[in-house]
């Protein structure tokens, strides 16, 4: 059975940091390109940020200007999100997606207040 | 990037009526392996996104067979035969054929 487990997620204040994990099974992980997706409280979906199979190519939204950097490491299957700067508007339950075969987690929320 | 445009981003629907969205792409979604990696994801309120069908019309497991898929290059549809209230929700289309993966904006289902 193919899982995506989020973890990482807690309360941090503004300018902070936190890093998310994502830890895959049940699938041969190093051959797909995974993605962060978030989601605000009563918003819809937002693109974070991706991250080719082999690590090579990353993407990111425009609005993060540099503040989050992704990463994974394929002999543990874990795809990582370094998150730093942190803002309010960062709150939201963030999603590990594997976008080929439709594997989605079950998210992670990340809350930014003082 | 590919987009992904879905049609229409609200729909009200009667109980026991059938329901159609439409998912568009801005690229051709067959793969270079002859598949299409097309998905369509359910997301009930407060609820993290779960899969309905995948490679266009494959049902997941579980996924009752009022719900199909179907579609080919860069025109896709969900179709519901028969709504019934646990269907209320968001309904996504997801490519993963091209890199990076990319989303549809949404399409709100809820009970007139």
């Known amino acids: 059975e193919v899982q995506l487990v989020e973890s990482g997620g807690g309360l941090v204040q503004p300018g902070g940091s936190l890093r998310l994990s994502c830890s895959a099974s049940g699938f041969i992980f190093s051959t797909y390109a995974v993605h962060w997706v978030r989601q605000a409280p009563g918003k819809g979906l937002e693109y974070v940020s991706g991250i080719s199979r082999d690590g090579g190519t990353t993407k990111y939204a425009d609005s993060l200007k540099g503040r989050f950097t992704i990463s994974r490491d394929n002999s543990k299957n874990t795809l990582y999100l370094q998150m730093s700067s942190l803002r309010v508007e960062d709150t939201a339950v963030y999603y590990c997606?594997?976008?080929?075969?439709?594997?989605w987690g079950q998210g992670t929320l990340v809350t930014v207040s003082s | 990037d590919v987009v992904m445009t879905q049609s229409p981003l609200s729909l009200p629907v009667t109980l026991g009526q059938p329901a159609s969205i439409s998912c568009r792409s801005s690229?051709?979604?067959?793969?270079?392996?002859?598949?299409?990696?097309l998905n369509w994801f359910h997301q009930r309120p407060g609820q993290s996104p779960r899969r309905l069908l995948y490679k266009v019309s494959n049902r997941d497991s579980g996924v009752p067979d009022r719900f199909s898929g179907s579609g080919s290059g860069t025109d896709f549809t969900l179709k519901i035969s028969r709504v019934e209230a646990e269907d209320v929700g968001v309904y996504y289309c997801?490519?993963?054929?091209?890199?990076?993966?990319?989303f549809g904006q949404g399409t709100k289902v809820e009970i007139k």
């Open positions: 690229q051709s979604l067959v793969y270079s392996d002859g598949n299409t990696y």
């Open positions: 997801v490519q993963g054929t091209h890199w990076p993966g990319t």
């Open positions: 997606v594997e976008t080929a075969g439709g594997y």
